[in-house]
């Protein structure tokens, strides 16, 4: 059959072949059969329609012929779901969770092999560089272009890879057929993104900590790889029961085949104001049928023709399983069931909306954010190491130390698009290869939304915070020839305490992991300060060290003249 043939066709096909009898070679085996809350099950596909072979005869070899075992991994996705699913297929396989694309380039320009950190190359251009030999050996394993199985072994921390089925293969036991689900619940995700930005830790309140740090004690343990996590305050939204789908969207986790994006935030779908302040057009059931066939029966709540659904700002995507109401939104949830009330934007509680107007949502909502102010990595050529898109142990072996995790509010930097938004160490990191003359420090902040929503922050923790300006943790003062700023950490090798981004003169900045994005500069910062500057405490200093990290060392102050707001 044609690739992409009607699923109409092909599931008449399909199941006129299973009606004839030629499904008794698999099933005269392999007895388990499909779980008969499957879909597939549902609608009578055969084994041979995803697996291929000839289930008409019951000579093993010739029945195994051609067998796809593991229909949803990239070696064999046209054949597999791509059968029926030929447009998703093919925008999965341009997707970044398939390729890696935005990972490969910014690790190849932190390394020195790129010079900008954009680029279309993903895992599969991989070689052996020390930037390629990084991504295999310590990044490859999450990526779901890898012609490797799912691995799914009952623990969330493991989750990984596969290809489709990394997603949307349930667990299963030894011997039953795997269950397949569109309503892929949090623990798929976990096992990619509990790692790195650490959004799925975050979100449910989980905060990794130095490992050196006093082990399990009251709101602390370990997860199942190893790595201490103590509580911290959980997003609203999963304290409200949301799963991660409930807000992204297919074609923000798994594109749309006509917008190739390079980065993460190129590919999110979804945005808060698409929920809580939409001002996009609706748009209604019946215009949409066409374009997203199969939806009909997802939706959770009865819905005529003339029913408007919102559409996300940036693809369009209609939001199905929120119901319009004259009394307001509701959501009701993909995974747990049941319904929740979308609570709406308010311009009474946002009165100072024009000065803030440049903020994202999570400058001002998120609690916390997950941060690493020390890293070394080094290359041992003479020991081995498992390289995870070949499947094997491979010679060279590299090896990371890491310190001063934070789990707090983060500083604020400034995005391409102008926006203010919250910035987390992509690495401030001493890097050593032996290709190289001498090691090499690297200082780039990375924009990040922790998925950490709650009540928003104080004024003061802006206002008068050097570690919201970019500074660090240490002492702000405002005297008659400006403010001042006396660093908590010691300065490293570029001129930076160990915790900055930036100075408060601007004179010194690390980088940031995309074009266009940098630190506040020393006018935003002045005015950020002199906002809060004109009560009684304008002359007085401002300490925002954060408990148990010392007092300021005896180091010289920064002065910036003061200028106009």
């Known amino acids: 059959m044609r690739r992409g043939a009607p699923l109409a066709v092909i599931i008449l096909l399909l199941g006129l072949g299973a009606a004839l009898g030629i499904e008794a070679g698999c099933l005269a085996c392999h007895t388990e059969g499909i779980p008969a809350d499957d879909r597939h099950f549902a609608i009578g596909i055969p084994c041979a329609g995803c697996h291929r072979g000839d289930p008409s005869s019951a000579d093993l070899e010739v029945a195994h ?16 779901c791509g059968g029926c699913h030929p447009e998703r297929a093919d925008s999965v396989r341009h997707g970044l969770m398939f390729t890696g694309r935005g ?36 990044c490859g394993g999450c990526h779901l272009g890898s012609d490797q199985a799912a691995r799914h072994a009952g623990s969330p921390g493991m989750e990984r890879r596969g290809g489709c089925l990394g997603c949307h293969l349930d667990r299963q036991g030894d011997t039953a057929h795997p269950r397949l689900t569109a309503r ?56 409200a029961g949301m799963a991660c789908i409930d807000c992204h969207t297919a074609v923000g986790l798994m594109g749309d085949g006509r917008r190739p994006a390079r980065h993460q935030e190129e590919a999110v779908d979804i945005g808060c104001a698409d929920c809580h302040d939409n001002r996009s057009p609706r748009v209604r059931l019946a215009d949409w049928r066409a374009k997203h066939p199969g939806l009909d029966p997802r939706i959770p709540f009865r819905a005529e023709h003339e029913q408007e659904f919102l559409v996300t700002a940036r693809h369009g995507t209609p939001l199905w399983h929120i119901e319009l109401r004259p009394e307001g939104l509701l959501l009701h949830r993909k995974i747990e069931g ?13 009165s100072s909306g024009a000065e803030h107007a440049r903020l994202t949502c999570a400058a001002c909502h998120a609690q916390w954010a997950p941060q690493c102010y020390g890293c070394h990595i080094s290359y041992d050529p003479k020991k081995r190491q498992w390289d995870q898109l070949a499947g094997e142990e491979t010679t060279g072996r590299w090896s990371e130390r890491r310190w001063g995790i934070r789990n707090e509010l983060s500083p604020l930097g400034v995005r391409a698009d102008g926006r203010i938004a919250l910035a987390i160490p992509g ?40 570690v ?33 981004w930036t100075s408060l003169d601007g004179a010194v900045s ?46 010289a102050p920064v002065r910036v003249p003061p200028g106009p707001s």
């Open 338 to 350: 049941g319904v929740i009330r979308v609570p709406q934007y308010r311009r009474s509680s946002h």
């Open 510 to 555: 690390g980088g940031a992991t995309r074009i266009g994005s940098h630190p506040l500069n020393p006018g935003e910062m002045r005015r950020i300060l002199d906002a809060d500057s004109s009560g009684g405490d304008s002359a007085a200093a401002k300490r925002s060290t954060p408990s148990g990290h010392g007092a300021p060392p005896a180091v």
């Open 468 to 500: 919201a300006l970019g500074l660090g943790d240490g002492v702000l003062t405002r005297g008659e020839n400006g403010w001042l700023f006396q660093p908590a950490r010691p300065i490293m090798a570029d001129g930076l305490p160990a915790d900055a």
């Open 427 to 466: 690495m401030i990191s001493t890097i050593e290869h032996p290709a190289w003359k001498g090691s090499r420090f690297q200082r780039l902040f990375a924009f990040l939304d922790p998925h950490t929503s709650g009540r928003s922050r104080s004024c003061d923790s802006c206002h008068a915070s050097s």
């Open 103 to 138: 990972i490969v380039s910014v690790t190849r320009y932190v390394l020195g092999e790129q010079r900008s950190p954009d680029g279309d190359a993903g895992f599969e251009s991989l070689g052996d560089s020390p930037a390629d030999s990084l991504l295999r050996k310590l």
């Open 184 to 239: 892929v619940g949090d623990a798929h995700c976990f096992g990619c993104h509990a790692r790195s930005g650490r959004i799925s830790l975050s979100y449910a309140g989980l905060a990794e900590v130095d490992a050196g740090s006093a082990g399990e004690q009251a709101g602390r343990g370990y997860l199942d790889d190893g790595r201490l996590v103590e509580h911290r305050p959980e997003d609203v939204h999963h304290q």
């Open 65 to 80: 012929a051609g067998l796809v075992a593991s229909p949803g991994v990239p070696g064999s996705l046209r054949a597999g």
